[in-house]
């Protein structure tokens, strides 16, 4: 059978409709039955309900305060490795110098079990550079928040902190 050319495409003589319309056909075939689906469960599966607690594990809750570290409470944060327990955040919070006017302020709930469980609020350990949930046994760095060891994957989440000399302001 002859092939004719129409603007540099190749088609069969006496069979010009039928190949268009079986090209078309499975154009819009492929179209509707592939790409359609596809999209579909990609929206599915990419909306998922975004919970508060998505990125840190902890709940996210306003904080804003100042402490006076001169204040005679606040003693243990004029040295480095030094650190206090105070009120706030989800379920407080530690605050640790970890150098010369360098301060670090993290939640004391474990990011692993907090929201579950509402003893999972870490403790400092005796070697005052971590500290530890004594629920699932999770160990963190005060130095960064990481974790050290443990079943937990997701660092204590940080408060910012900034320092003007005598006032130490955390906040979110």
Known sequence: MPFIRIKNTLYLQNKLPVVNRLLL??????????????LFLSVIIGCKKDSPASTSGVPNVAVNFSVDVDNPLYTPLQH???WVYVTGGYDGIILFCNGQDTYLAFDRGCPYDCETNSKAIVQVQ???ITAKC???GTSYSL?????TGGPGSVALK??????????????N
Do not use: A, E
């Open 25 to 38: 056909f499975s154009y819009k075939m492929y179209k509707r039955f592939f790409l359609l689906p596809l």
């Open 80 to 82: 480095v490795g030094g």
């Open 126 to 128: 005796t070697n005052n």
């Open 134 to 136: 004594p629920v699932c």
């Open 143 to 147: 130095y960064s928040g990481t974790t």
């Open 158 to 171: 940080q408060y910012q902190t900034s320092f003007d000399g005598t006032n130490l302001t955390v906040s």
